[in-house]
């Protein structure tokens, strides 16, 4: 059981730093128990689990990990804590940003370094509401996954690109997940090496590399990239909260479209994405005006 301390340059958020790689309560590769964050995830040389706690009292923080993936996990531990991330980049130009940023100093930008563990839930979340999803991926790793090395027996690692590739149409069904979207899984698990590749490269290629499968496109690129490369300038566009989120913040109004939210995020090029993740951690929301979208469960169908 490898372990490895390490000690963050400044103020640092390990909660909220990391909660951006969980997808949804009950997320079979993510939990957080007591004070410890654990993550399972396939890295290149296999399996892995990594358990994360802070350590107040000195500012470290302390990782073990289990599993074939364990010291591939524990090289790279720093640049998923965001060692190589510089928050100081950003310059804020409106308050909410200065205020979000003054009550979150120690937020970083994760890097995981790897491309499947988050694209496959990111097209998982396409066009459905985040619920829909969540169930989709929890279905899914507990159906088609491994447990996960290590103690806790409940974890589970998503299937390699052959496991995915091998579930039946039924399984997809099944787990609420329509032909478009396993059909852009199973075009992306296909070309898994392809894909990988895009965690060496910087925004614009990694970019281009994702969208050049039919069924991925800017929305789903930058919601992995943002979590792959920890890329501060990965704005989501496409979203369906997030351009009225943006714009109430900024500017009290209602209706911002994705055209309007980049105007008013012009000022952060290059850090976009660091400066929309400020302004939803500040919490400023349009008052709700209609009923939340139904849950949809095209199982049943």
Wanted: charged letters at 25%; proline letters at 9%; hydrophobic letters at 40%.
């Amino acid at each position: 059981m490898p372990a490895r301390t390490w000690v963050p340059p400044g103020p640092y958020d390990l909660h909220r730093t990391l909660s951006v790689l969980q997808r949804g309560p009950g997320d079979p590769a993510f939990a957080v128990r007591g004070d410890a964050l654990w993550r399972a995830c396939r890295t290149p040389e296999g399996p892995g689990t990594l358990c994360v706690v802070a350590r107040p009292a000195d500012g470290s923080i302390e990782a073990e990990a289990w599993g074939p993936g364990a010291d591939w996990l524990l090289e790279r531990l720093p640049g998923l804590l965001g060692e190589s991330d510089d928050p100081a980049a950003l310059t804020a130009r409106h308050r909410i940003v200065h205020e979000a940023r003054r009550r979150h100093p120690g937020v970083r930008l994760a890097r995981t370094g790897l491309v499947l563990e988050s694209l496959i839930p990111s097209i998982l979340e396409q066009k459905v509401t985040s619920d829909e999803a969540y169930r989709a991926w929890r279905l899914l790793l507990q159906r088609h996954g491994e447990p996960a090395p290590g103690p806790w027996a409940r974890m589970r690692v998503m299937p390699d690109a052959r496991g995915w590739a091998l579930i039946p149409s039924w399984e997809w069904h099944r787990a609420g997940v329509d032909a478009k979207r396993s059909s852009a899984i199973l075009r992306a698990v296909r070309v898994a090496h392809r894909m990988e590749e895009a965690a060496r490269m910087d925004l614009a290629d990694a970019t281009r590399r994702l969208t050049a499968i039919p069924g991925i496109g800017p929305w789903t690129a930058a919601e992995t990239l943002q979590r792959t490369l920890g890329a501060p300038d990965a704005i989501t566009v496409g979203d369906l909260h997030l351009p009225k989120i943006i714009g109430y913040a900024l500017t009290g109004r209602r209706g911002t479209t994705d055209e309007q939210m980049l105007e008013l995020l012009a000022p952060y090029e290059g850090q976009r994405h660091r400066a929309a993740r400020l302004i939803l951690l500040f919490g400023r929301t349009p008052p709700r005006r209609a009923p939340r979208f139904p849950v949809g469960d095209i199982a049943r169908l």
